[in-house]
């Protein structure tokens, strides 16, 4: 993104937790409750989760930043979870950091309802996880008992553009629900681990795009973007599925 970089007479800032910065910039206007930056060139949504930390605009000796947490944002303005104690003003530099480990009860969550198969908004900032919880919650399934439902966590390759299984749940033909646990490869190796199996080293295959055998996971170091994916086959069934995903990443 465009905007002013931070440069060494800024004065830094301490987090409580392990993060990684996004991106910096600066803001072009606020309200109660957002920031906007018009050199920003954001994904929708890729920034849920995130947490937002607004520079003081001016009184360098009294330092106290603002730091929310993002819930919603479009190309080029965030919406915050809380609105903020004094309203950003043009001029203001921001940083935008990954979701700290201090937040990992606080699950990424996406919800759907959905008669046809489609990938969910990613989210962006997951690449410092070593290791994630993820619950699949299906509330809701189609009508007539032949329809089935297959859930991916994928995570974003170095191009930027090909998206790779990391985990299928198994596949689904009722409510319930499921969970697994992913933890990536010690020292760079991978492989893949079926549920009940030994881990089958694995460094180099074809991609694999809602490919993954079922209640399996591929042991990768993960990209900076993550998102689910399922996959819908109603056999003749009417209505569609509900279902939520949530992710919580572990030290």
Known sequence: MGGREFSAKDRPFALPWTASVVCKGRV?????GTLSCTDADWGNNTLFGCLVILESLNDYNSYNPQIRRIILNSSNKLTVDTDWGITPVE??????????????TDPIVWAVTA????????????????????????????????????????TLMPDAETWQDVAHFA?????GKQLLTYT???????????EGAAVTVDNYWVNEDAG????????????HQMRIKYVIALNGDTGSFTFAVYVTPKP
């Open 212 to 223: 993954l055998a079922a209640s399996t996971v591929r042991l990768i170091a993960l990209g």
């Open 91 to 104: 001029g203001q530099t921001f940083t935008i950091v990954s979701r700290g480990m201090d937040r990992a």
């Open 171 to 175: 596949q689904v033909s009722a409510t």
């Open 184 to 194: 990536g490869p010690a020292g760079g190796g991978g492989g893949t681990q079926a």
């Open 28 to 32: 072009t206007s606020g309200t109660a």
């Open 115 to 154: 008669a046809a198969s489609a990938a969910a908004t990613a989210v962006r900032g997951v690449g410092w996880w070593r290791s994630f919880l993820a619950l699949l919650n299906v509330t809701g399934v189609s009508t007539g008992g032949a329809g089935r439902l297959d859930v991916y966590i994928q």
